[in-house]
């Protein structure tokens, strides 16, 4: 079965722009990428252009996948238009096939996996980074990689570890120190000289989980975090990050002052639940099956 798949409103970045390609190579055959006046079997989009040049073009499975805030790119925060002009609705609301939303969050994407195989994943993948970095010798004491802090929230943590130790700062935000590339490898290569990573989510959405704690437990460090809720709670183990709830003052010092002072009980442990691979197999199987419904039809 050839599926041909075109791209509209997408985003080139070398993480995500051929993810989905990938995904259905692996999982359903091979792949022809074609132009959208193509009428291609699917035709997936973000946020990155007009939501009314959807509507005109012929497809068997229409998917949106979103990446950000919604709340930062309207129209697409209204649902009802969402739900108008797209088959399938993926990203980080939790699955609701009412609403046809699928929960597959943007982090799945920064990882070559499209299936769960027990002994090779994405998990075991993080797991196996975070043991060879968290050895390390660390030469720094903390980090913060980043180009900005609109909300604010890199500012007040930042603020609280500096109390305990000097932060380096290789990005824009707060630079103190040599510029380091751009690819994700360097990011997490220069986190790993370091302790703590300070990687509070841009903003509060609905199950908004990126990337970025993943990949401070890649290099090797003890994320101090902060977001809508706790990250991925059937995934990430609580013990392995610090919470920092930027919203209350005298919880935020004690949370900052508890993990510099007892690191080793954050070190501890595995970084995954028990549980953590059949979520992740869900993610998979549910995007999955819900395209197949289409492409069958």
Known sequence: MKVTIAYINFWKDSNNDNYFTRFIQENIGPVQIVNPSKNPDMLISSVFGNINSICN?????????????????????????????????????NTDLSKKQ????????????????????????????????ITKQKSIFGTVISRHDRGGQRTLICDQLSKYGHIEAPGV??????????????????????????CPENSCYEGYFTEKIFQAFEGGTIPLYWSIGFPEPEIVNKNKYCFCNINKKEELEK????????SNKYIEGDLFTKNAGKQIQLFYSSLLDNILIYLKD
């Open 102 to 133: 699928i929960r597959f969050p943007l982090w799945l994407v920064y990882y070559p996996y499209y299936q769960y195989n027990e002994k090779d994943n994405i998990l075991t993948h993080i797991q196996k980074k975070y043991t060879e970095n």
């Open 57 to 93: 073009i012929s497809s068997k499975c229409k998917i949106f996948f979103y990446g950000e805030n919604l709340n930062r790119y309207p129209p697409y925060n209204n649902d009802k238009l969402l739900y108008k002009t797209f088959d399938l609705i993926v990203g980080f609301k």
């Open 173 to 198: 935000f707060r630079k103190n120190t040599q510029s380091i590339g751009n690819t994700p490898n360097d990011k997490i290569d220069y986190m790993s000289c370091g302790l703590y990573n300070v």
């Open 255 to 262: 949370a900052v002052h508890d993990v510099c002072t007892n």
